[in-house]
């Protein structure tokens, strides 16, 4: 059975930096699309980044560019998130999803996302 786990959550300081990762099960870390989104309360899960396994191209949501980076490591069957120079607003729970088929691209809705992880909470204090 396909599984996706995070860890790596935790609180820090505004400007600190932490590192999610997400492991996954064989069959969806090859050929898969892998993602990363994000709920805060009272908000919607949004999409945060994501990478295709075909191509390796690499989508950020425009609130993270140049402060969070995607990467995966196909030996470990893990996707990784580095956050940099963190803010309040990145306060939420963070969860790596996977869709069921094989894609070429990252979609950024939730419902194009058929396996999700139990999420990690993220808190940045101000």
């Known amino acids: 059975q396909e599984q996706l786990g995070e860890s790596g959550g935790g609180l820090v300081q505004a400007g600190g930096s932490l590192r999610l990762s997400c492991a996954a099960s064989?069959?969806?870390?090859?050929?898969?699309?892998m993602s990363w989104f994000r709920q805060a309360p009272g908000k919607e899960r949004e999409f945060v980044a994501g990478?295709?396994?075909?191509?390796?191209?690499?989508y950020y949501a425009d609130s993270v560019k140049g402060r969070f980076s995607i990467s995966r490591d196909n030996a470990k069957n893990t996707l990784y998130l580095q956050m940099n120079s963190l803010k309040f607003e990145d306060t939420a729970v963070y969860y790596c999803?996977?869709?069921?088929?094989?894609?070429?691209?990252?979609?950024?809705?939730?419902?194009?996302?058929?396996?999700w992880g139990q999420g990690t909470q993220v808190t940045v204090s101000s």
């Open positions: 999803a996977a869709p069921s088929r094989s894609i070429s691209t990252v979609p950024t809705t939730p419902g194009e996302y058929d396996y």
């Open positions: 990478k295709s396994w075909i191509g390796g191209s690499t």
């Open positions: 064989g069959r969806l870390f090859n050929f898969y699309t």
